[in-house]
């Protein structure tokens, strides 16, 4: 059964850079069936898809987060990680990685999720 984990600072100033990894376990994130993917809840409101790396290495952003997004992948730990630049306030929220199956276009799998908070 494949197991997400996020991790990262919990505590990022403003203007600079959030940077979470998510390790995966009991499945391979290039297997040709899932892609892998960022989503957020700030606190009071709903979540929200950030963006997505595919089996391949291709990556979709969302169009309102794309200027301030990266989402890389580093197949020899079976990880991939998110960047996003320049945060404020309003990028505080929990941070979930989530497992994305092809065929039903659905998240079938996710981390438990991790508080990111911009503060000075």
């Known amino acids: 059964q494949v197991q997400l984990q996020e991790s990262g600072p919990g505590l990022v100033k403003p203007s600079q850079t959030l940077s979470l990894t998510c390790t995966v376990s009991?499945?391979?994130?290039?297997?040709?069936?899932?892609?892998w993917s960022w989503i957020r809840q700030p606190p009071g409101k709903g979540l929200e898809w950030i963006g997505h790396?595919?089996?391949?290495?291709?990556?979709y952003y969302s169009p309102s987060l794309t200027s301030r997004t990266s989402i890389s992948r580093d197949t020899s730990k079976n990880q991939f990680t998110l960047q996003l630049s320049s945060v404020t306030p309003e990028d505080t929220a929990v941070y979930y990685c989530?497992?994305?199956?092809?065929?039903?276009?659905?998240?079938?799998?996710w981390g438990q999720g991790a508080l990111v908070t911009v503060s000075s």
């Open positions: 009991g499945g391979s994130i290039t297997t040709n069936s899932y892609y």
């Open positions: 790396i595919r089996h391949s290495g291709s990556t």
């Open positions: 989530a497992r994305g199956r092809y065929a039903q276009n659905v998240l079938d799998a």
